[in-house]
Nanobody, 116 residues
Framework: QVQYVESGGASVPPGGSLRLSCVTS????????MNWYRQAPAKEREFVGT????????QYSTSVKGRFTLSRDDAKKTVYLQMNNLKPDDTAVYFC?????????WGQGTQVTVAS
């Protein structure tokens, strides 16, 4: 059974930092690309970034590039999202997921709130 368990969300002021974690199970993590997504209130879920297996090549959405960093620990089957210089527009529930694993499954997400 495929599972994603996200954690690390919190309420922080603008300019703050957070590190999100996503522990996975039920599939071959070492061979899977991993994505982070986010969904703000009343908005559609949007892509944040991706990291490839083996070499850990990353790509990011324009809105987070230069501020967010994806990394992975294959031994722990965990993917991370380091978020720096957070802005109010980053407020959302954050999810991880592997696009190559079927059926598509989502975890519960972790809430990030950026406010003064």
């Amino acid at each position: 059974q495929v599972q994603y368990v996200e954690s690390g969300g919190a309420s922080v002021p603008p300019g703050g930092s957070l590190r999100l974690s996503c522990v996975t199970s039920g599939f071959d993590f070492n061979s899977a690309a991993m994505n982070w997504y986010r969904q703000a209130p009343a908005k559609e879920r949007e892509f944040v970034g991706t990291i490839t297996p083996t070499y850990g090549v990353t790509q990011y959405s324009t809105s987070v590039k230069g501020r967010f960093t994806l990394s992975r620990d294959d031994a722990k089957k965990t993917v991370y999202l380091q978020m720096n210089n957070l802005k109010p527009d980053d407020t959302a529930v954050y999810f991880c997921m592997s696009p190559s694993v079927k059926p598509v499954t989502w975890g519960q997400g972790t809430q990030v709130t950026v406010a003064s």
